[in-house]
């Protein structure tokens, strides 16, 4: 019976497509260093900071941070945090000066915000010049995504790109809210919901990539640096390593030729993300759960976030 039950398994594996044989890949990007707030009582952007530092170090997991350096201005103290993240060898890439849309900027405008990061960016070292959008917002027409591209390939920039995304930033607020009145139960309940939403995510990106180009692309997910994700990061990682996710950087992820006009901001730009790649094919989008109610609901009063 044993021999059997090799020869099976043999016989299936050899059946296997290279595409089930090929191990997933997924490279983790946390935007909005050194502040996402609000941030529960008795945090600092310091100690949220060393806890998402900590969670990736502990689990030897990859991970580019991006960085809204006007704080380190308003907030010089929050230059400590930058520093701990690339003391840990994780390196930061450019996200805007102050977390701007792009459509509601002239391109000069735009030009400005980019560079005038790189002060604060270029003395930490390490490989700084890639860029993500905040919003994601790439422009607010077709002439004005092909400028803004344009700076960035003329200042040498490529783009963060994400194919990977379930709102994590909608627990923000809500786990601030809970934090004020103590509530464990609450607390709990956003847990759940979060990791509903990443497996929800998992499964939403995995459909359209292997619609789109008929096998998984290496992932970039897109995650923020709150005191919510550093509870939860442990976990989050725990839950793609057991999906059969292995973890690469945010550089060997985009080497893949799914992300070519992300790599050369040069070429022309193809239909951002997973999703508009496949409204523009007339791909019908999977559906996923709406949180944003039972989010806006928990723990009500306080402070809210309206955007990533």
């Not at 508009?276 to 007339?282: D, Q």
């Amino acid at each position: 019976m044993r021999r059997l039950i090799i020869l099976i398994g043999s016989v299936l594996a050899s059946c296997a497509t290279p595409q089930d044989r090929q191990p997933l890949e997924l490279a983790l990007t946390i935007d909005d260093l050194p502040v996402h707030g609000p941030i529960p009582a008795g945090e600092t952007p310091q100690s949220v900071a060393n806890g998402v530092i900590s969670a990736l170090t502990n689990a030897h997991v990859p991970a580019y941070g991006f960085v809204n350096a006007r704080w380190t201005e308003q907030q010089p103290d929050t230059l400590e945090a930058l520093k701990a993240w690339r003391a840990a060898g994780l390196p930061l890439g450019n996200h805007g000066w102050a977390h701007r849309h792009l459509n509601e900027m002239t391109v000069p405008e735009f030009e400005r915000e980019l560079v005038r990061n790189e002060p604060v960016l270029q003395p930490l070292g390490g490989d700084w010049r890639w860029f993500r959008y905040p919003f994601l917002d790439e422009g607010k027409d077709e002439a004005q995504r092909a400028a803004a591209r344009k700076i960035l390939a003329d200042h040498g920039y490529k783009v963060a790109a994400v194919t990977m995304d379930f709102s994590d930033w909608q627990w923000t607020a809500p786990y601030a809210r809970c934090r004020a009145v103590n509530s464990n139960q609450a607390i709990a309940e956003l847990e759940r919901m979060y990791l509903q939403a990443a497996r929800e995510g998992i499964a939403y990106s995995r459909e359209l990539s292997r619609k789109l180009y008929e096998r998984d692309i290496p992932y970039v997910v897109l995650l923020h640096d709150s005191a919510f994700e550093a509870r939860m990061l442990p976990r989050l990682i725990e839950l793609y390593r057991s999906e059969g996710f292995r973890f690469v950087s945010l550089p060997a992820a985009e080497r893949d030729p799914a992300y070519a006009d992300q790599m050369r901001p040069d070429l022309p730009a193809e239909p951002k993300g997973l999703e508009w790649k496949a409204i523009t094919r007339g791909i019908e989008l999977p559906s996923r759960t709406d949180f944003a109610p039972a989010l806006a609901a928990i723990c009500p009063g306080g402070p809210s976030v309206s955007s990533p």
